[in-house]
């Protein structure tokens, strides 16, 4: 039985694999930085983990997880996002409440439950953010991600995830209209500060970089959903 805080190790570790291309190895002081502990207390969890061999983790050198340890990240990733999901779709929480509430959720361990509430949302691929959901035998949807800063002026993309989990941002993507699913425009982009003008929906509006950046998308004429 792992606890709370081993889970969000192995969950951060996992997350970091994804955001590095899926090249398999952390850095002691990046796994810190994600879950905002200090590199110490970060070496004396790796510790732990690499004796009930979850981790692969020597002093100084790249963290990988072991085959055991990636398929109970999986497994903690597949729980909080159906939760996520069970929270926006029949309890009415909006998408930026969602994730603190799926955090506490997420190590509820029951088997059983997990797989009725996957049956009860009708198996679901995606969460409310757009991230895929790992079915029972931990597999997912693997899609290429292209951000919002590099989409081509003048031809139309559907938003299909965002980066920026937090409150803040989904807040202030919801006030402009951006949502999931969202059909947007690049309209111009500014050489200045690579700010860029959009049509959402026939509404134009300017958004800056940072925001681009955190928000994905793909040509709507290759969206297809199920």
């Known amino acids: 039985m792992l606890s709370d805080t081993e889970e969000n190790?192995?969950?951060?570790?996992?997350?970091?694999?994804?955001?590095?291309?899926?090249?398999?190895?952390?850095?002691?002081?990046?796994l810190a930085g994600k879950l905002n502990v200090r590199p110490a207390t970060?070496?004396?969890?790796?510790?732990?983990?690499?004796?009930?061999?979850?981790?692969?983790?020597?002093?100084?050198?790249?963290?990988?997880?072991?085959?055991?340890?990636?398929?109970l990240?999986?497994?903690?990733?597949?729980?909080?996002?159906?939760?996520?999901?069970?929270?926006?779709?029949?309890?009415g929480?909006?998408?930026?409440?969602?994730?603190?509430?799926?955090?506490?959720l997420e190590h509820i361990k029951s088997e059983k439950l997990v797989e009725r509430l996957d049956r009860f949302l009708g198996f679901p691929q995606f969460d409310p953010h757009g991230d895929a959901i790992p079915n029972a035998d931990g597999d997912y949807i693997h899609e290429a991600r292209h951000t919002l800063a590099e989409a081509t002026e003048g031809i139309r993309h559907t938003i299909i995830a965002v980066k920026?989990?937090?409150?803040?941002?989904?807040?202030?993507?919801?006030?402009?209209?951006?949502?999931?699913?969202?059909?947007i425009t690049v309209l111009q982009r500014y050489e200045f500060d690579h700010s860029m003008a959009l049509?959402?929906?026939?509404?134009?509006?300017?958004?800056s970089d940072k925001v681009a950046q955190n928000i994905y998308c793909r040509p709507t004429e290759l969206t297809t959903y199920d």
């Open 42 to 71: 970060a070496t004396d969890m790796l510790k732990k983990l690499r004796e009930k061999q979850l981790v692969n983790y020597e002093k100084y050198g790249k963290i990988t997880l072991t085959d055991k340890g990636r398929n």
């Open 199 to 207: 049509e959402i929906d026939g509404t134009k509006i300017n958004i």
């Open 93 to 104: 929480f909006s998408w930026d409440e969602v994730h603190d509430i799926a955090e506490q």
């Open 164 to 183: 920026d989990n937090s409150p803040s941002f989904l807040q202030y993507v919801s006030q402009i209209g951006i949502g999931i699913h969202s059909e």
């Open 9 to 30: 190790y192995l969950k951060a570790l996992l997350r970091i694999t994804a955001e590095h291309d899926g090249a398999g190895e952390a850095g002691t002081n990046q």
């Open 73 to 91: 990240a999986v497994a903690i990733i597949r729980r909080h996002r159906l939760w996520e999901t069970f929270l926006f779709d029949k309890l």
